[in-house]
């Protein structure tokens, strides 16, 4: 585990100790309208003076307009490289707040408080930030990691259960990817979960080592990308259909049924293996109805995918439960004929 993330319920104590022990000349907090009412009157006391910055919750907002109007604030703030940014709230302030103290200034510091189990096990952690662009996922971005990472499970206890499965897709997928035992005992008790720092304790631990042993993402650390490929793809296009966008869980939970589907088409993993995986999603994520038009059109924006060098689609798929390869190339056809299969589950 990285000496920077802490984790447990003293995390808020060492968040205080931080900005009391660095001389940062100015503390500015990132929330939205959810955070600022159930999150950050628990922050607050271990606050020093501080400013907030306010913006609207969701992917529809995580926009170049909205880092602009985050750029005029902290201008209006006086905010120097000596200051620090608090980025309190879910995947979409972490990413677009990191992003937005990176480039200020040509950079500030920043520390992350996740409050959400998917920015916990996921987004604070690795360095990444970013924004959408013209509704492509994280179309815009740099590397650039935070200060600190101060992750607190109570504020789990603010979610609601959506939310929760949301996340929750994201620690299915580092078992897929580096831990077979886990994936064997956490299939038999689902969402059951009284412990969630334990949960997270693990999930944090392999995202940063995959992360420690690859920080910028030119080889191995493309197998946290598994369910990425496609379940950017199916999260991109319904972004843009009102009253049918999932949250970014739901569509990874799609992506890694359809790529181990995919695993197994391609002789790389055993029809048992995708059984086993198929059954557990099935039983924790509602089915999403896709027509013909909606697979025509998804398969189109993996084409914009990160990882494709090239024409060439690239993905993450599974050789066995605990163990991914990366940089599979694999055919829009594919991609369609995976996204048929799911839609006749």
Known sequence: MSETITIGSDALQQLKELLQNRAFSKVAVLVDENTLVHCYPLVKPYLPEHHLIQIQSGEAHKTLQTCEYIWERMTELNLDRWSVLVNL??????????????????GLYFVQVPTTLLAQVDASVGGKTGIDFHGLKN??????????????????????????????????????????????????????????????????????????ADPLEVGYRKVLNFGHTIGHAVESYLME?????????????????????????????????????????????????????????????????????????????????????????????????????????
């Open 89 to 106: 709230g879910g995947g979409v302030i972490g990413d677009m707040g990191g992003f937005c103290a990176a480039l200020f200034k040509r």
């Open 139 to 212: 179309h815009i971005g740099v590397y650039k990691e935070p200060v600190a990472v101060f992750i607190n499970p109570a504020f789990l206890q603010t979610l609601p259960q959506r939310e929760l499965k949301s996340g929750y897709a994201e620690i299915i997928k580092h078992w897929l990817i580096a831990d077979a035992e886990m994936f064997e005992t956490q299939r038999n008790v689902g969402l059951f979960i009284e412990n969630w720092e334990e949960l997270i304790r693990h999930s944090v631990s392999i995202k940063a080592a995959v992360v420690k």
């Open 241 to 345: 259909k009102p009253g049918r966008e999932l949250l970014h869980g739901e569509a990874i939970a799609i992506g890694m049924l359809c790529e181990t589907y995919l695993s197994v088409k391609k002789g790389l993993l055993a029809k048992e293996a995708l059984d086993k995986i198929e059954t557990f999603l099935v039983s924790v994520y509602e089915k999403v109805s896709l027509i013909e038009d909606d697979i025509q059109s998804i398969s189109r924006f993996a084409l914009q995918d990160k990882k494709n060098s090239g024409a060439t689609i690239n993905c993450t798929l599974l050789t066995s439960i605990g163990k991914a390869v990366y940089d599979q190339p694999i055919t829009l056809t594919e991609i369609q004929e995976a996204l048929r299969y799911y839609s006749l589950l």
